[in-house]
């Protein structure tokens, strides 16, 4: 008998690969029939390691089994391991759960796909030909793409053990948690068996009405089997974020069909409740039975695993034909998210033929309060707002609402954030826990002086939550004083513009018991909205109300200014009321296909009715339009013409009834030359291996949000950060791939960009990385015997590698070869005596260095080669 003493690393690879091989080598009736249910899940440590468990349920009798201390794992890298169990749970009518747990660190940003394969699934199964001798195979995949940040898959909290009854209804939910509260879809797919490829021959199992996955829920319902026996049926769990998918489980089950006079339980009530996080939950479950038999009641989902205020389920009342439960749940804040919780409730009776269940789903949706104690500060041109911090310490940031009037509104249970009916519209969101104020500039045009402006602020959440909305809080803008009436653009220039600027003269009764002598205090600010004012100006006394500033730069500056009111009595200085700020009205110019797009920004305490376009020409200007929004857009206007405008608004003090208050932009000038860039493109990139190339596809932008995109530019660089260099260009816009073969590494992410016609250029596309490409590998039989044939040692076609560090093994452990170079070229001669070895096998252990997104990194290979030849020769 050889017998080794592992003293390194290397004879402990050693020993578990010929484990390995001994395992591929025995005759298939040794490992007997045993595997029934399976899964694969992980949950993310950093950024590219993962904790691998693979869960198993096999069969403990009633014949000899075969038991699985360690279980193969291939982690979609090139690289598996022999994984030991860490658990193994025996549960009723001869099922066991067997746990296998791994770390692994993958090579960088990917799609790789985990399998477990392991010979064999129970015998006899019925709509699996030849069962006992079809591999059991289940898969995950999991995506690393920094873009989408961690993610962990669901667990599956429900394990996959009931039976079913010849003629009734068998419902199973995994029972899956999320734990990043990712959204979960479920569909139903065929089982797999060698290579992750579907069975051949694979049927449904036989229904008399249907056999369905709820998508949604993920109940698995056949109703109802018309055959007795073992069937194995499989569903996939996917995870969607922000709409992408992001990776996805498979569960593998076994259902074993009885015929009986038994009849399954029934759970009385099921449903969807929401609560508002903190809240306390309860809820009896009742369950009955039709054949009076006694009943127990279990509960699985993600409530009963938090670490955390986990919820609690506790049977109450067994009777003949009667249980009763309670559920209870104490709710805390970090509890709120978007996606529900789900909770499956399972009765099964305890008859003494065959023991059948029922099952029912509570969906509970757990929201955060709303924000609290929201206070509005007017000026006389914006809105602040403040508020509380969320008692919900995970919030993202806070959405603010805007609406013009009051609106009633009494929201039930369920309703988050705001119905689109309700007249509100967004004014704008800040990030952080922290941030509790706002100011509403209506985007730096500021708000209308006597109009109702009410506000409601809900919470928002990474994951796409928004809280219950704030109560309603109205005010209206503070009358400035003095009250600016006119800022008006005189003559556009950038060096000698001028704007003239006009006030109402106060009243006595504005200016109480100030006795004067009086003083103006004229300020100017750059930009719309006052910030950072500089006194310009004072003029002594009440009656010049008017203003020329001059020299200014008006062609391409848009100007803001405040007049205050001051009592300049000796020993007596003070300012009278509260200031107002009023802008310049400012004309942008966008040039379009064979179209300028005017817009105008304006910062006013008097309401806009109305606005007049006036086209400039060596004649003067002529009044082409009228329009009363913010923008309007000339239209058949000549490519490469120069157009100038200049734009007159016509506003109102409603409630003081001044009207016809005249105002003028500066004149501008623009070409009606596209300059507006289309979308980016929706990019997804797959590794072709085998032709070393990376195959690129995306949509095309001009049937979605463009029109005149002529060609994409390919982006990429081979490292997972850094700066992107284009790579080539692609046209016309209905091309949608590109094939691109890297020179020194299949690794690599890539962007797409869209360029129109006369060369405006979108924002990149999604970025996408890969690095999946694993293609050097060893034969594992040569033939040193001279015949020109197979003489020497080479590994497969590959490429990419940077060398290697390869060392090959007599089956005493003895160094007969090893080689840096990636060709190898051995030709079958032991480097101790320079002899041909004998024929036989030989172990190898080889580290491949080959460059990834992280740099050059190794991947380790163990297996073994036949040295083949007639020793006669």
């Known amino acids: 008998m050889l017998r080794i003493k592992m003293k390194s690393k290397f004879w402990r690879k050693l020993r578990n690969a010929i484990f390995t091989v001994i395992l591929i080598i025995l005759p298939v009736a040794s490992y007997a029939t045993h595997n029934r249910a399976g899964e694969i899940t992980f949950k993310q440590i950093d950024d590219l390691t993962f904790r691998i468990t693979v869960i198993t349920y096999t069969s403990t009798g009633p014949q000899p089994v075969a038991d699985r201390p360690k279980l193969l794992v291939q982690f979609g890298d090139g690289s598996s391991v022999e994984v030991p169990r860490v658990e193994e749970v025996y549960l009723p009518d001869y099922y066991k759960r067997n746990r296998y ?38 898969r995950t995949i999991l995506v690393i793409n920094p873009e989408i940040g961690r993610n962990s898959t669901p667990v599956l909290l429900n394990p996959p053990i009931d039976k079913a009854g010849l003629g009734y209804a068998f419902i199973h939910n995994p029972a899956a948690f999320d734990p990043d509260g990712d959204s979960l879809s479920y569909k139903m797919v065929i089982c797999t068996g060698e290579g992750g490829k579907e069975i051949e021959g694979y049927t449904f199992p036989p229904f008399s009405d249907s056999l369905v996955v709820d998508e949604r829920t993920g109940d698995l319902i056949w109703s109802a089997p018309t055959e007795v026996g073992k069937y194995n049926v499989a569903m996939t769990i996917e995870e969607w974020r922000f709409g992408v998918r992001i990776g996805r489980i498979q569960r593998d089950m076994q259902i074993e069909v009885y015929k009986t006079d038994n009849q399954p339980p029934q759970i009385q009530g099921n449903g969807t409740f929401c609560l508002t996080a903190g809240d306390l939950f309860e809820q009896e479950i009742r369950a009955l039975d039709p054949n009076n038999d006694s009943i127990m009641m279990e509960a699985s989902g993600g409530p009963f695993s938090l670490e955390t205020n986990p919820a609690v389920f506790k049977q109450v009342l067994s009777t003949p034909g009667l249980a009763i439960s309670t559920f209870k749940w104490q709710t805390d804040y970090s509890m709120a998210r978007k996606q529900p919780y789900l909770v499956t409730i399972k009765a099964k009776d305890r008859n003494s033929q065959l023991q059948l269940i029922d099952s029912k789903n509570l969906l509970i949706y757990i929201h955060a309060p709303a924000p609290e104690n929201v206070r509005v500060q007017p000026t006389s041109n914006t809105v602040e707002i403040q508020w509380d911090p969320s008692v919900c310490t995970h919030v993202k940031g806070y959405r603010i609402y805007r609406k013009t009037g009051s609106a009633t509104w009494n929201p039930g249970p369920c309703d988050t954030g705001l119905p689109d009916d309700l007249g509100y519209s967004v004014a704008g969101e800040v990030d952080g826990a922290g941030q509790t104020h706002f100011v509403d500039t209506n985007s730096g045009s500021g708000l209308e002086q006597s109009v109702k402006y009410c506000y409601r602020v809900t919470a928002i959440f990474n994951d796409g939550a928004e809280s219950f909305a704030s109560d309603e809080i109205c005010t209206e803008l503070v009358q400035g004083f003095p009250l600016i009436t006119k800022v008006s653009v005189e003559e556009t220039s950038k060096e000698n513009g001028s704007i003239q600027i006009q006030w109402i003269r106060p009243t006595p009764d504005d200016l109480g018991s100030a006795a004067g002598p009086f003083r103006y205090r004229i300020f100017r600010s750059d930009g719309p909205t006052g910030t950072n004012p500089v006194l310009i100006d004072s003029l002594d006394g009440l009656d010049q109300v008017t203003y020329t500033d001059l020299p200014l730069n008006t062609a391409s500056q848009q100007w803001s200014y405040s007049v205050e009111l001051w009592n300049v009595t000796p020993g007596n200085f003070f300012r009278i009321g509260i200031p107002q700020v009023a802008s310049s009205l400012f004309l ?114 001009n049937n979605t949000c463009a029109r005149d995109a002529a060609l994409y530019r390919i982006f990429y660089r081979n490292t997972l950060h850094g700066d992107m260099a284009v790579v080539d260009t692609v046209s016309p816009a209905d091309l949608t791939e590109y094939w691109h073969h890297p020179e020194n590494t299949m690794a690599g992410c890539y962007a797409v960009t869209a360029v129109d016609s006369v060369g405006n250029e979108s924002e990149y596309s999604n970025t996408v990385c890969v690095d999946e490409c694993l293609n050097y590998s060893l034969p594992n039989v040569f033939t040193p015997n001279g015949d020109g044939m197979n003489d020497k040692l080479r590994p497969n076609p590959y490429s990419r590698v940077e060398k290697i560090q390869l060392k090959i093994y007599n089956r005493w452990g003895n160094l007969v070869f090893e080689t840096e170079n990636p060709e190898i070229n051995w030709d079958g001669k032991s480097r101790m005596t320079g002899k041909k070895v004998p024929p036989g096998v030989y172990y190898y252990v080889c580290d491949v260095y080959e460059k990834r997104l992280t740099g050059s990194v190794p991947r380790y290979l163990v297996g073994f080669i036949h040295v083949l030849y007639s020793e006669k020769n």
Do not use: M
């Open 101 to 138: 747990v791994w770390d692994h660190t993958y090579p960088g940003p990917g799609t790789y796909q985990i399998v477990v394969e392991d010979p064999n699934r129970n015998r006899d199964v019925k709509n699996i030909p030849n069962s006992v001798n079809v591999v059991f195979s289940i």
């Open 588 to 701: 942008n110019l966008e040039g379009l296909d064979r179209a300028i797009h005017l817009t105008v920004q304006k910062n006013v305490p008097w309401t806009n009715q109305r606005y007049v376009v006036f086209l400039q020409s060596s004649e003067g200007e002529d009044s082409i339009a009228r329009f009363t929004d913010q923008d309007y857009i000339d239209a058949d206007l000549s490519e490469g013409r120069t157009y100038c405008y200049r734009i007159k608004s016509v506003g109102h003090l409603q409630d003081l009834g001044i009207e016809n208050l005249i105002n003028y932009s500066q004149i501008s000038c623009g070409i009606p030359i596209d300059s507006v860039p289309p979308c980016p493109p929706v990019l997804e990139v797959k590794s072709v291996c085998d032709s070393l190339a990376n195959h690129l596809t995306w949509n095309n932008v």
